[in-house]
């Protein structure tokens, strides 16, 4: 048996063509939506994932906004560029990107984001109301994993899912989304002991730990559907996930490749949120682009 691969990039295209779609109905309104990203320091990961999400947006019609501030910006000055985002109204979505330099509180930062604007999904307004089932901006990841199991008709409602991790990011946000569609929700973490007595219940298995092809064909149910949200470095250099992928695909009936998987869906999903943004604003009459 070789699981099914669960292609990211084409159903992330797939996504951001709807979404191109109805920019571009918006923009016919006097509207373009406006995504802003606060870069701070030299983070070499940090750029390519802010240029990628550059290039994504402006693909799809956005304007995109990109502040670079050196290492040791103030505090203070992070979030005077914050407030005058959350106060510009051709602004949409503002994102700031982690990790930020240890003399910034990074909870004060997200916190100071105006809620309407927190594409991230990672203010304590919509992260409180999204475990409540109120309508929410979702943290971008968890999101593009509830899409990849819904557009491969992967079945989520009376299944198991045991999720490995639990950063506030990721693996907290993905149980709720998971809860909220009727599953049965297992959360899994460095302290967890036999872990693989947990893993092997799982019908659909997510894991986001950050340890290179940490998750083997041992820790997997046969027919499980595999959800690989890791993003390392192999002996070799080359890009690889938390799960074995080799070994992993004999047990599973579906899985994520890395790269290719979970990746391109985090940035659709950031697009969308986005969007999402921009017509609320322009229901509200609240979105000031000139075209």
């Given amino acids: 048996m070789t699981g099914k691969l669960i292609d990211g990039k084409v159903i992330g295209q797939e996504i951001r063509d709807e979404i191109k779609e109805r920019v571009t109905a918006l923009k016919e309104h006097g509207c373009q939506p406006g995504l802003a990203v606060v870069l701070v320091g030299e983070n070499q990961a940090s750029r390519t994932y802010v240029r990628n999400k550059q290039k994504s947006s402006s693909e799809v019609g956005m304007k995109s906004e990109l502040i670079e501030l050196p290492v040791t910006v103030s505090e203070k000055e992070l979030l005077d560029h914050v407030t005058r985002l959350n106060n510009d109204d051709s602004i949409h979505g503002i994102l700031v990107q982690l990790p930020l330099p240890d003399h910034i509180d990074e909870n004060l930062v997200i916190s100071a984001i105006d809620p309407t604007k927190d594409v991230d999904g990672f203010h304590p307004e919509n992260v409180g109301k999204m475990i409540i089932g109120q309508k929410a901006f979702l943290s971008c990841t968890p999101y593009g994993i509830i899409k990849l199991l819904e557009r491969t008709d992967t079945e989520i409602s009376g299944k198991h899912a045991v999720i490995v ?30 872990l693989a007595s947990f893993t092997k219940q799982a019908d659909i298995l997510i894991v986001a730990i950050g340890k290179t092809k940490f998750i083997t064909d041992e820790h997997i149910k046969e027919g499980a559907v595999v959800i690989d949200v890791g993003m390392n470095r192999d002996e070799n250099g080359k890009l ?14 579906a899985i994520t490749p890395v790269p290719g998987g979970v990746g391109p869906m985090t940035i659709t999903m950031l697009l969308k949120n986005t969007l999402h943004s921009a017509e609320q604003a322009s229901a509200e009459g609240r979105c000031s682009q000139q075209l």
């Fill in 165 to 194: 991790g639990r950063s506030n990011i990721v693996g907290k946000p993905m149980g709720q989304l998971l809860l909220q569609r009727d599953a049965t929700v297992t959360y899994c973490h460095s302290k967890t002991k036999d």
């Fill in 240 to 253: 690889c996930g938390d799960v074995d992928f080799e070994s992993a695909k004999t047990k599973a009936s």
